[in-house]
């Protein structure tokens, strides 16, 4: 059973930083498409970040391109998300997703139903 655990989230200023981890276990595929997703009240979740694990491909939401970069340790099993330049409107809870053996293409997946584990979701805040 995949399991997902992030952390690392919190309160900053506006044009702060954080950076979001997610330790993984139960991944038996070498490779995967890894994703981190936010979500605020009243919203469908957002894939913002996906990486291939086995090769480094990444692909972002056009709203954080040039501010975050998802980047993997395959020796910790984990994937981080670093974020740059963060904004109000950032503010969200963000979760960690697997699609254990699968493949992350430019478009597919970015909805929830293409990932089949879930990490806790840890909150970012940032204010103006």
């Known amino acids: 059973q995949v399991q997902l655990v992030e952390s690392g989230g919190g309160s900053v200023q506006a044009g702060g930083s954080l950076r979001l981890s997610c330790a993984a276990s139960g991944l038996v595929y070498r490779s995967n498409c890894m994703a981190w997703f936010r979500q605020v009240p009243g919203k469908k979740r957002e894939a913002v970040a996906r990486?291939?694990?086995?090769?480094?491909?990444?692909y972002y939401a056009d709203s954080v391109k040039g501010r975050f970069t998802i980047s993997q340790d395959n020796a910790k099993n984990t994937v981080y998300l670093q974020m740059n330049s963060l904004k109000p409107e950032d503010t969200a809870m963000y979760y960690c997703a697997a699609r254990s053996g699968g493949y992350c293409y430019a478009a597919y997946p970015r909805l929830e139903s293409g990932f089949g584990a879930w990490g806790q979701g840890t909150q970012v805040t940032v204010s103006s």
């Open positions: 990486i291939n694990t086995g090769e480094d491909s990444t």
